[in-house]
């Protein structure tokens, strides 16, 4: 899958859709990195990773892909996702045509500016006398 931009409809921004999840300047959070993708064949490596930041301290990390509606897998994903805090959202595609049998697989992760999922926040100044009187 080519990398590329997707805009987003509710805020007008062009975001950024790689297929080279280590192609971020901000590391993906490691539970999206390290998802665990499809092993069948019938369907292209077709994984998109993505960021949106809402600010420095919201960050948004996506994945998203297509691949054969299989049982057995998806509650691999499923206890993954609630094991890592990720939301995901399964679409199956009952209906003629080319997405027949496939499912549609997105993952959203959001954190802080650290990416521990844990909202960043700064220490408390120490200041130069305590404890020392």
């Not at 509710?10 to 990195?33: N, Q, T």
């Not at 077709?46 to 600010?55: G, V």
């Not at 496939?102 to 954190?111: A, C, G, I, L």
């Amino acid at each position: 899958m080519k990398d590329g931009y997707a805009s987003n409809s509710d805020s007008k921004i062009w975001e950024p859709l790689l297929g080279d999840r280590d192609g971020f300047a901000h590391p993906l959070v490691e539970s999206i990195r390290s998802f665990p993708l499809p092993e069948n064949t019938k369907v292209p490596n077709n994984a998109l990773y993505s960021q949106k930041f809402k600010s420095l301290k919201s960050v948004t990390h996506d994945l998203t892909f297509w691949c054969l509606t299989d049982p057995e897998y998806f509650e691999r994903i499923k206890a993954y996702a609630k094991k890592n805090d990720l939301s995901l959202t399964i679409e199956h595609m009952e209906r003629d045509g080319r997405h027949k049998g496939k499912s549609h697989v997105r993952v959203e992760k959001k954190t802080g500016q650290d990416g521990t999922g844990q909202p960043t926040t700064r220490p408390e100044p120490k200041s130069e006398d305590s404890g020392k009187r």
